[in-house]
């Protein structure tokens, strides 16, 4: 990259003499046709897509020392020429050392892309730094994962800022960082505003009650998301029913996930009464709180007078034979569910042969 650098235009006052111009300039097509072809020899190494799925590439970490050079280079034509051939739906860059340095240069480089990419920058060490970085090829972008890069409420600002005005941009996921209450109040405008966003991941990170009921209010006003994860968080009960509250009427989320969250009776309360009005939420998550038998009538009363929900996670939680008997009881009102998730809760093994023999849509 240092090579790359010296032979950019922009240093081309270093070499005074002619002749030392016209030698730069030999090196800079031989380092520019040697970059372009490395590059798409990297793509033709990308296998096809299988059975409807996206094609996805996982990029080597030599693959980001390339976009290095070319940024160096400082030549958007070579960055074009770079990418012309990338026709990929997801792009990943797992594990890759990427900060703040290499963000910028993946900008100039991406932002070349003919078509949207999800672009996933999963345990690399983005922080808010590199979002700033990342914001000249967001609009390239139609997903973008930021799992695990140490990023704080300051980053989601800049990120929904531009967000709000991509087109493309509709998925984010920044579970495993450092969010507070406080970036819910950007998401919620992300939501009131943004008409085609699709999903929101912000499992494990610090949001409580406060932070769901802010989130809750952008969701009244969206029908376009089908995607909320909000798992490893401490939203308690008040969370949950806000969030309940907000999805009542809702005409587009198709799978909440709140595991571990802290959610009790009255919470599930809550959940299991909008159960009863959606009809279009199709998965709920529900594993790791503290749901007991008593919350289980209220969810087989919901579950009765729903036609939309399939699955349906109870796991480890604090649940007997007594609250599954309420669920089974309301199975054989319910068409719908195809599985219910109860493992790890307090059954024996003879009652768990038992319910199965009874009822093959519980998942132990």
Request: glycine fraction near 6%.
């Amino acid at each position: 990259s240092f090579v790359s650098g010296l032979l950019s235009c922009r240093h081309r006052n270093l070499m005074g003499k002619t002749s030392l111009v016209r030698r730069r300039s030999k090196k800079y097509k031989l380092v520019k046709k040697c970059l372009v072809k490395s590059i798409l020899k990297h793509f033709l190494s990308i296998p096809p897509a299988f059975g409807g799925e996206k094609k996805s590439m996982h990029a080597l970490p030599e693959f980001v020392w390339w976009i290095k050079c070319i940024y160096e280079m400082q030549d958007s034509d070579l960055a074009k020429q770079a990418v012309r051939r990338l026709e990929v739906d997801h792009l990943k860059l797992t594990y890759c050392g990427i900060g703040p340095v290499e963000c910028t240069a993946l900008a100039y480089v991406l932002k070349h892309l003919k078509n949207p990419v999800g672009l996933q920058l999963d345990y690399n060490s983005v922080g808010d730094l590199g979002i700033e970085q990342l914001i000249p090829c967001l609009d390239i972008c139609q997903s973008i994962y930021l799992r695990g890069n140490n990023i704080s409420d300051q980053g989601v600002s800049k990120l929904v800022e531009r967000a709000l005005d991509s087109c493309n941009l509709q998925k984010i996921a920044l579970y495993h960082n450092n969010l507070t209450d406080a970036c819910t109040q950007n998401f919620a405008k992300l939501l009131k505003h943004k008409d085609n966003f699709l999903a929101l991941r912000l499992g494990n990170n610090h949001l409580s009650a406060s932070g769901a009921e802010v989130l809750a209010e952008g969701l009244k006003q969206n029908n376009s998301i089908q995607y909320l994860g909000l798992w490893g968080n401490k939203i308690g009960d008040a969370g949950a029913c806000a969030l309940a509250a907000a999805l009542e009427n809702n005409t587009s989320m198709l799978w909440l996930s709140l595991v571990g969250n802290n959610v009790g009776s009255h919470g599930a309360r809550a959940l299991a009464s909008m159960l009863k009005k959606n009809t279009i939420l199709e998965e709920l998550c529900l594993q790791e709180n503290n749901l007991v038998d008593e919350d289980m009538l209220h969810f087989a009363e919901g579950l009765q007078n729903n036609s939309s929900l399939k699955v349906l996670k109870l796991a480890n939680n604090r649940i007997s034979r007594k609250g599954l008997e309420f669920i089974i009881k309301s199975l054989k009102h319910n068409v719908t569910i195809t599985s219910v998730w109860v493992g790890g809760n307090h059954v024996t093994a003879e009652e768990i042969e038992h319910m199965t023999r009874v009822e093959r849509r519980l998942a132990f």
